[in-house]
């Protein structure tokens, strides 16, 4: 899902990161507004409070909705940068950084929300823009690494591309066109995942309340940690791999030689006794 970048990407790299990501930005949606009766995984309702915070001279609420829209805009920006200064050293380290990030981010809104909320309205000032920071860094990092493919945070570009396919699926030769069937399927999933993170907020914050961010985290742990598992656990899935590439142990091999054995001892062996059996 993460190592991948730009026109590298399949469809299904792509699916499989739009959905996690945009199940996590419904959840997050729908939980910050029952909490804190706001949006978080966009800013274009932002934009309209800002304008009339101006137009009615309220420079504090001004103050407020502005670095919120900065945060977002701060958190595209981070992710970017990750992307495009540490790519060539480590593509894993550079697109799962700003993931890493946002879940310190919900970590912290979840962690304080359950043991230190007091319901005051600098409290919720403050939650909602680390939230908002969080989702430019998704938004940020989906967009950047698929080559503005996936955005998951809002629907409004998702649904506006959809009702554009839609019409030219009224032309038979579009229909069967892969290139735009396939990108049917990405927005679809998209838009069906949010929708399902939205439902599964607003039916268990009720009972999990601020520990609905726990989950978010695990799931954007499971992003994190699928790549994970990819490259050390499968690409570098034997001792004698990793010696003959870096000259030196690596734990990730020791510990498949643990669980599946020493395979290339085995082969050894299996080579001594077919030298013997042909003699």
């Known amino acids: 899902m993460l190592r991948n970048y730009s026109n590298s990407r399949t469809l299904g790299d792509n699916i499989k990161l739009g959905t996690l990501t945009a199940f996590t930005a419904g959840t997050i949606n729908i939980a910050s507004l029952l909490i804190f009766l706001s949006f978080t995984s966009n800013v274009t309702g932002h934009y309209a409070v800002f304008a ?42 550079a697109h799962a950084m700003p993931l890493f990030l946002e879940i310190i981010c919900l970590l912290s809104v979840g962690i304080y929300g359950q043991f230190f909320y007091q319901k005051t309205m600098e409290e919720a000032e403050a939650l909602v ?14 967009a950047s690494i698929s080559n503005f493919l996936v955005k998951t945070t809002h629907l409004t570009g998702t649904t506006t591309d959809l009702g554009i396919l839609a019409s030219m699926f009224t032309h038979k030769k579009y229909r069967k066109n892969p290139e735009l069937i396939a990108r049917a399927k990405l927005l679809m999933s998209i838009m ?35 790549d994970f598992y990819k490259i050390n656990l499968r690409h570098f899935h034997t001792n004698y ?39």
């Not at 009339?52 to 805009?73: C, H, M, P, R």
Request: hydrophobic fraction near 45%; include cysteine.
């Open 241 to 279: 791999r990793y010696v003959k590439i870096y000259n030196k142990p690596n734990f990730m091999a020791y510990l498949y030689e643990k669980v599946h054995g020493n395979s290339v001892k085995r082969d050894k062996r299996q080579e001594k006794g077919k030298l013997v059996f042909d003699e």
């Open 52 to 93: 009339a915070e101006i137009s009615k001279g309220n420079w504090t609420q001004v103050a407020v909705v502005g670095a919120w829209i900065f945060l977002f805009f701060f958190g595209s920006f981070t992710a970017n940068f990750f992307v495009i200064n540490f790519n060539k050293k480590s593509k894993y380290f």
């Open 129 to 142: 823009a680390i939230m908002l920071f969080a989702t430019g860094l998704q938004n940020g990092l989906t």
């Open 192 to 226: 069906l995942s949010y929708v399902l993170g939205a439902v599964f907020s607003g039916l268990v914050y009720y009972s999990l309340e601020f520990r609905v961010f726990y989950f978010i985290s695990f799931c954007l742990t499971i992003v994190i940690g699928y």
